[in-house]
């Protein structure tokens, strides 16, 4: 589109050699992370004049193949573009300028003894430990921030709307708390391991449990209060749909987002689906787009890069994820260029319970993105077996 007077190969397939032939003629070559590992050492053989990483994020852990593969290959220069340069933590930006600049930033053990220990502390880094790091990262970055570049772009508001538990939901939610502590407790004698790994299986059926007890498996049939959140669900889409609005609903659990679509099918509400199997994702956008849905299911791990949902003017986060940086991506699939309408964000959070302690959790993290660098991009540390203990009140 930008340059139509330069030959672009795309390398992709199984049947690769012939495009690789073409490919060392060309003056643009475009392929995936996963074909980068696969090819390295036809990559490295080949003389780049430079590098360009899209949703850079996919090397933000420098242990990862797509992390080593981007580090061998060579350019005379490089450029990582990412929405969300810190999305768990700040080691994610270390990983990422290692790829753009090789050991500016010194050692993964030096960078962590000089500025990731401080900027992740609870009570906040020092302010000449940020303005240092500020100073060293500068120089490297061009940002093009949304308020910049889409000025006409209408506001974006948020709002927690607080769900009770159900009869059903809540002595489900006491008796998996109460068990999982003393699970806990007795793991903590066989090793850190093993008690991080009890205290995130009880997180997780806690969180499930929020949802819906259902989730949980098991003989659920006879169960008339299974969801507390999925009554506050029905009333949000009367009230959404009544006034015209469409909606893109995101969910972790694809079984949440199956039991979502049967509520919206009593409805007689018309939706789109997209997951991690879907085939046919981008009939089901295009769908969306042309206003032939009101409503469009997600997987928040499917949906949250890579989608322009314009068309949506609301979303509705059923669940909370513990990176806010990855729900304001998936946010994000609406209030982009091209929207004209307010964007409405609504978070379902189950009340007394995990999900409340998740949103303090996240606020507290948020500090960090102001020490690394001067936005308002949200995001969190990784959770620590500290931050687990404290969402479990152990």
Same mark, same amino acid.
């Given at each position: 589109r930008f340059t139509p007077d330069l030959k672009t190969v795309k390398l992709h397939g199984t049947k690769r050699d012939r495009i690789w032939k073409e490919a060392a003629k060309a003056d643009l070559v475009v392929t995936s992370y996963g074909l980068l590992v696969r090819d390295l050492e036809k990559f490295q053989s080949e003389a780049w004049l430079g590098i360009f990483l899209d949703e850079a994020s996919a090397i933000k852990n420098a242990k990862t193949k797509n992390a080593q593969a981007a580090y061998q290959v060579g350019g005379r220069f490089r450029f990582a573009l990412t929405g969300t340069p810190i999305e768990n933590s700040v080691r994610d930006i270390w990983s990422i300028m290692q790829f753009v600049a090789p050991g500016y930033l010194g050692s993964h053990q030096t960078f962590k003894e000089r500025y990731e220990q401080a900027l992740s502390s609870e009570g906040g880094a020092p302010p000449e430990i940020v303005n240092r790091f500020r100073r060293r990262l500068n120089p490297f970055i061009l940002r093009r921030t949304k308020r910049r570049v889409a000025t006409e772009l209408p506001d974006r508001l948020e709002k927690v709307l607080t769900c009770p538990l159900t009869e059903t939901q809540r002595n489900t939610y006491t008796s998996i708390l109460r068990a999982g502590r003393e699970k806990v407790l007795e793991a903590r004698d066989q090793g850190e391991g093993v008690a991080r790994m009890t205290m995130l299986t009880t997180l997780l059926r806690l969180r499930q449990v929020c949802c819906d007890v259902r989730l949980l498996g098991g003989d659920t049939t006879k169960l008339n209060d299974p969801s507390g959140k999925l009554d506050s669900m029905r009333e949000l889409l009367e009230e959404t749909t009544a006034g015209g609005h469409r909606i893109l609903i995101f969910s972790q659990f694809v079984s949440m987002l199956k039991l979502l679509s049967e509520e919206l099918k009593s409805q007689?509400?018309?939706?789109?689906? &997209?997951?991690?199997?879907?085939? $046919?994702?981008?009939?089901?956008?295009?769908?969306?787009?042309?206003?032939?849905?009101?409503?469009?299911?997600?997987? &928040?791990?499917?949906?949250?890069? $890579?989608?322009?949902?314009t068309a949506a003017d609301t979303v509705i986060h059923f669940d909370p994820w513990w990176n806010p940086a990855v729900e304001a991506q998936a946010t994000d699939r609406a209030h982009r260029i091209g929207q004209q309408n307010v964007v409405t964000a609504y978070k379902l959070i189950a009340e007394d319970t995990v999900e409340e302690k998740i949103l303090r959790l996240q606020r507290r993290k948020r500090q960090v993105i102001d020490a690394a660098l001067d936005d308002d991009q949200p995001m969190m540390q990784g959770l620590t077996s500290k931050d687990l203990e404290e969402v479990l009140e152990l």
């Open positions: 007689e509400l018309d939706y789109c689906y &997209l997951d991690g199997q879907t085939t $046919g994702r981008q009939q089901e956008v295009d769908r969306f787009q042309n206003g032939n849905a009101p409503a469009f299911l997600i997987s &928040l791990k499917a949906g949250g890069y $890579g989608l322009n949902l």
